[in-house]
């Protein structure tokens, strides 16, 4: 009986207790808290990391197909279609290294 007497008496320190221990408590382990921060920068660093990997390569992609389009290069043709089809003239010897 006398626990209860203290709890009425002390509603408003325990109140505030819990209160400080919730907001303490969501701020470092909730969903917008620091370690959900932390997880976040991480993974955000990862995928920057990686866009600027496809951006490279989408220049390379960019840069052939530039080759092949308006003014076309012959001798990149010409390295294109001798390494994709394995193609020589009569005169030249193939070695395949692969």
Same mark, same amino acid.
């Given at each position: 009986?006398?626990? /209860? +007497?203290?709890? $009425?008496?002390?509603?408003? /320190?325990?109140? +505030?207790? /819990?209160?400080?221990? @919730? #907001?303490? #408590? !969501?701020?470092?382990g909730g969903e917008r808290g620091l370690i959900s921060y932390f997880e976040k *920068?991480? @993974? &955000? $660093?990862?995928? *920057?990391?990686? !866009? ?6 989408? &220049? ?8 092949? *389009?308006?003014?076309? =290069?012959? =001798? @990149?043709? =010409?390295t294109l279609y001798r390494t994709k089809l394995k193609f020589g003239t009569k005169?030249?010897?193939?070695? $395949?290294?692969?």
């Amino acid at each position: 009986m006398r626990f /209860f +007497q203290i709890l $009425k008496a002390k509603k408003l /320190f325990f109140f +505030q207790i /819990f209160l400080t221990l @919730y #907001i303490g #408590i !969501n701020l470092i382990g909730g969903e917008r808290g620091l370690i959900s921060y932390f997880e976040k *920068s991480t @993974y &955000e $660093k990862n995928l *920057s990391i990686k !866009n600027l990997e496809l951006k490279k390569k989408l &220049e390379v992609v960019e840069h052939k197909n530039r080759l092949l *389009s308006k003014n076309i =290069d012959f =001798d @990149y043709l =010409d390295t294109l279609y001798r390494t994709k089809l394995k193609f020589g003239t009569k005169n030249e010897i193939l070695i $395949k290294l692969r």
